[in-house]
């Protein structure tokens, strides 16, 4: 045995903190209370990857409930934004509402609707009155009063019209009730209208009042409104109405016909009892027009008894 001492050197720690035991290139385990890395914190909703921040991920359908089909959006997940305003979505869909060319004196604009530029022509307009319901320039309403003949022979007659003239420089629309507008164009012809189906007209044509010889009826006549001369007249119909060609054996209800072409004889038809409800089984008909006259004659008659 040898007596020298045995010196024991001290063990030096190594530089920096000891990792704890583990599988190797694995990552250790967050401290306590702090979400791992990648892991959303403790109560906050979860991510969805690759999404921008505070994206929420989309929810698993209800317990039996089949998932919704790709790219639908799940249950609690919010809609994208639809940008608000006047895109070109809203333009195409009024697009088809535009007012229609102008050029013309006369135009319609749809089926209930037509336009008048006092431009053309310079001449005024007579109207219904309360039928104007846009216009557009430097245009004057005023009165249209008939006269006191003209007072007389209406109440008389039951074909008074309450008109309006329209002068100046500008586009007036005209409307009533929804009814369906006609535009018709005399050239030196001559057409016999109700009063009720005038809607406007143009000042140069001439008007009266036309006798329409019956018997049997109060009155011992009806009466109808004659429009001849050059221009336009625009009459107004509840419903699409039908134009048929005269022929000897052409009826129509005096409270559903529109216009007739003045050459057209009219006959009140004493076929139907006049009175209605006169009896029990009664038609219900009051007052029936038969029309001859040579080809080219016509009746407008609409879907509508006045």
């Known amino acids: 045995m040898h007596n020298a001492p045995t010196i024991a ?3 030096a720690p190594p530089a920096g903190p000891v990792p704890p035991p583990g599988v190797p290139g694995q990552q250790p385990p967050a401290p306590y209370g702090q979400p791992a890395p990648g892991q959303d914190p403790y109560g906050h909703p979860q ?3 690759g999404g921008f921040p505070g994206q929420q991920a989309p929810q698993a359908p209800p317990y039996g409930q089949p998932a919704p089909p790709p790219g639908a959006p799940y249950p609690g997940a919010q809609a994208p934004a639809v940008p608000q305003g006047g895109g070109p979505g809203l333009g195409a869909v009024l697009d088809k509402y535009k007012e229609a060319p102008t050029g013309q004196r006369w135009t319609p604009q749809n089926s209930k ?7 053309v022509d310079g001449q005024p307009v007579l109207a219904r009155q309360g039928s104007m ?5 430097k245009v004057d309403f005023g009165y249209k009063g008939a006269g006191f003949r003209g007072r007389i022979v209406g109440n008389a007659t039951g074909q008074e019209m309450q008109l309006m003239r329209c002068t100046g420089q500008g586009q007036v629309f005209f409307a009533e009730n929804s009814a369906h507008v006609h535009p018709i164009e005399l050239q030196g012809d001559a057409i016999c209208v109700s009063a009720e ?3 406007a007209f143009d000042e140069s044509l001439q008007h009266e009042v036309r006798r329409i010889e019956g018997h049997g009826i109060p009155g011992g006549a009806l009466f109808t409104m004659q429009f001849h001369g050059t ?8 419903g699409t109405p039908v134009v048929l060609p005269v ?3 052409t009826f129509a209800d005096a409270n559903a016909i529109v216009a007739w072409s003045a050459g057209s004889q009219v006959i009140i038809s004493s076929q139907v009892s006049l009175r209605r409800h006169a009896f029990p089984g009664h038609s ?5 027009l038969q029309f001859r006259g040579a080809p080219g004659n016509f009746i407008v008659v609409q879907p509508y008894e006045v």
């Open 113 to 119: 609707l037509i336009r008048v530029d006092l431009g």
């Open 247 to 249: 022929t000897p054996t």
């Open 197 to 199: 189906s005038v809607l």
């Open 133 to 137: 319901v846009l216009y557009q320039g």
């Open 9 to 11: 050197a001290p063990l």
């Open 284 to 288: 219900g008909e009051t007052v029936n």
């Open 231 to 238: 221009g336009t007249l625009v009459v107004k119909t509840q």
């Open 47 to 49: 991510t969805v990857p």
